[in-house]
């Protein structure tokens, strides 16, 4: 988990030159230009801007559920337009955890069952899926009523149940957007403290949509975006705080 | 100014000496506001004048006690509240506002410029927060006016951006683009 870090290991996501367009002629739209955005292993980048900036975007091609007009975009680094449909399917299954603002979980399973789906589409036999679903669920607090369904719980417990599902297995990239929008603030910022530790605890890396300076402050590098470009960007040295979370794993 | 203020609110407590008053001053702000012996003086010379705090002399220093008139004084300042304030000045807002008026571009670049300064502080805050623990609470509490403040001008600038964005789709249906410039 050490060398996740090093520079030389290929990134979790690397976007080059991407450029997406909605419609065509004159009702056409450029969601994203020239959008170039590397992400290393065990890195948080938030990605932040007005609403249409093209961050939502950003996110669905970097999960290979769109694709882009021109430019390339790799997860770890396989060129998605080089895979084909099914593998691509795995990868999404296997290698990329999703968390949405809302809607996350099937309301019809419970809390482990929905942790185990994506295990269980990868073929995991089911009672080391339940054990690695509760195991994710622990990790992110939840320890109790394993077998309630979602509507059981409150929003930020939901939120977390999300989270577990997204981490469950051994994701190299984690896509979250607004995942605290539906939620108030003391909630999203557990759920926020919750995603930020990810790439410490697990050397996942996390690409992080908000709109909410308090929750991109706990990125170290944040992504400023307008009219489908980015224009800046913030990065500060990786912080101290994360070693709470890792030292029991390192010893 | 509000140091007028917090002396009288530290001499509520007892009487104290100058020295005294500054180092309370200095851990009740959580050593953010720190104060000149001078200014200290100064001030509370100019409460023994105006009748709010009395001093005398034992050992050969100073010694300040709050008056009746000082605590009255005092218990108008608790109670006072902003009212009705003049138009919010400082130089974010100057800044943004010339900014417009030399072209929505150069606005969006300043707009740009501060909000990738400010996240930065909120990054560095973020990572600060255990640093400040020896402060206190008011340690605390002033490292988290920094954080809401700097929300709140993000907040604003995020308002700005979307306005000029929105001002820019609205007004400039066809941008002049057959270089027919008589310059």
């Given at each position: 988990m ?61 999960g ?22 099914a593998?691509?399917a795995t990868l999404r299954r296997t290698d990329v955890g999703f968390v949405f603002?809302r809607l996350n979980l099937v309301p019809s399973l419970t809390a482990t069952e929905n942790v185990m789906l994506p295990l269980e589409l990868e073929g995991v036999p089911v009672r080391e899926a339940r054990e690695r679903a509760r195991a994710a669920l622990v990790s992110v607090g939840i320890v109790e009523q394993l077998d309630r369904f979602p509507d059981d719980f409150s929003g930020g417990q939901q939120q977390r149940i999300a989270v577990a599902r997204a981490v469950v297995g051994t994701r190299k990239l984690i896509l979250a957007?607004?995942p ?10 557990a759920v926020?403290?919750l995603i930020?530790g990810l790439p410490?605890a697990t050397g996942t890396?996390v ?38 979370a890792v030292?029991g794993a390192?010893? | ?183």
């Open positions: 050490a060398d996740a870090i090093s520079p030389a290991a290929s990134p979790a996501l690397e976007l080059r030159e991407v450029v997406k367009r909605y419609g065509t002629g004159t009702t056409e739209v450029r969601a994203l230009t020239d959008v170039s955005l590397r992400v290393a292993p065990g890195e948080l980048v938030a990605v932040m801007g007005p609403s249409g900036c093209g961050k939502s975007t950003l996110l669905h091609l970097a290979g559920l769109e694709d882009p007009n021109a430019g390339q975009v790799q997860v770890g680094g396989r060129d998605l337009s080089t895979l084909s449909a593998a691509r603002q957007d607004e605290t929008g539906a939620l108030d603030t003391m909630t999203g910022d926020i403290e930020a410490a890396a690409v992080l949509v908000t709109h909410e300076p308090r929750y991109a402050a706990w990125a170290d590098r944040v992504v400023f975006m307008r009219d489908g470009r980015v224009v800046d960007e913030s990065s500060v040295a990786p912080p101290s705080f994360p070693s709470r030292t390192a010893r | 100014m509000a140091v007028r203020e917090g002396l009288l609110a530290l001499l509520k407590e007892g009487p104290s000496h100058g020295y005294q008053l500054k180092t309370a001053f200095e851990a009740a702000t959580g050593g953010t506001w720190p104060l000149n012996v001078g200014q200290v003086y100064t001030t509370l010379d100019r409460l023994v004048r105006d009748g709010f705090v009395t001093s005398d002399e034992a050992d050969g220093q100073k010694r300040y006690t709050i008056t009746a008139a000082g605590r009255e004084e005092l218990g108008g300042w608790w109670t006072a509240v902003p009212g009705d304030e003049p138009p919010p000045r400082d130089e974010l807002l100057l800044k943004v506002l010339l900014a417009i008026e030399e072209g929505p571009g150069h606005a969006l670049d300043v707009i740009t410029r501060h909000r990738t300064a400010l996240t930065r502080l909120l990054q560095e805050r973020r990572r600060a927060t255990p640093a400040v623990d020896h402060d206190g609470l008011a340690g605390a509490l002033v490292a988290e006016a920094r954080v809401t403040r700097a929300e709140a001008d993000l907040r604003w600038l995020d308002l700005c951006e979307a306005r000029l964005l929105r001002a820019r789709t609205t007004t400039t249906i066809r941008p002049t683009t057959n270089g027919d410039h008589h310059g």
